[in-house]
């Protein structure tokens, strides 16, 4: 059974960062695509960033290219997101997802049903 725990959203000033973990217990992680997702109130689910199962690829919402950075560490089943300069529109709650399809399409990724598993989630908030 795949399990995904995210780890370290918190309250932080605008201009702060945070890096959020998500921790995988999945057997092969290494041939799954890993992603983030968030979701603020009022607001459906987004894409914010993913990283394929080779980890040579990623893929950003244009929201917060330059400002957040998407790495895997395979030995570890472990995916981050270091968010740097973080804005008041950032403020969310952050899931983890994993896909084991094999896609080289960008768009892919940016699907939510191309993920068949999530994380709970983590609070992410932004003051200004």
């Known amino acids: 059974q795949v399990q995904l725990v995210e780890s370290g959203g918190e309250l932080v000033q605008a201009g702060g960062s945070l890096r959020l973990s998500c921790a995988a217990s999945?057997?092969?992680?290494?041939?799954?695509?890993m992603g983030w997702f968030r979701q603020a109130p009022g607001k459906e689910r987004e894409f914010v960033a993913a990283?394929?199962?080779?980890?040579?690829?990623?893929y950003y919402q244009d929201a917060v290219k330059g400002r957040f950075t998407i790495s895997r560490d395979n030995a570890k089943n472990t995916v981050y997101l270091q968010m740097n300069s973080l804005k008041s529109e950032d403020t969310a709650v952050y899931y983890c997802?994993?896909?084991?399809?094999?896609?080289?399409?960008?768009?892919?990724?940016?699907?939510?049903?191309?993920?068949?598993?999530w994380g709970q989630g983590t609070q992410v908030t932004v003051s200004s």
């Open positions: 997802a994993a896909s084991a399809g094999r896609s080289y399409s960008g768009n892919y990724y940016y699907t939510r049903s191309s993920y068949a598993y």
């Open positions: 999945i057997r092969t992680f290494s041939s799954y695509s």
């Open positions: 990283i394929r199962w080779s980890g040579g690829t990623t």
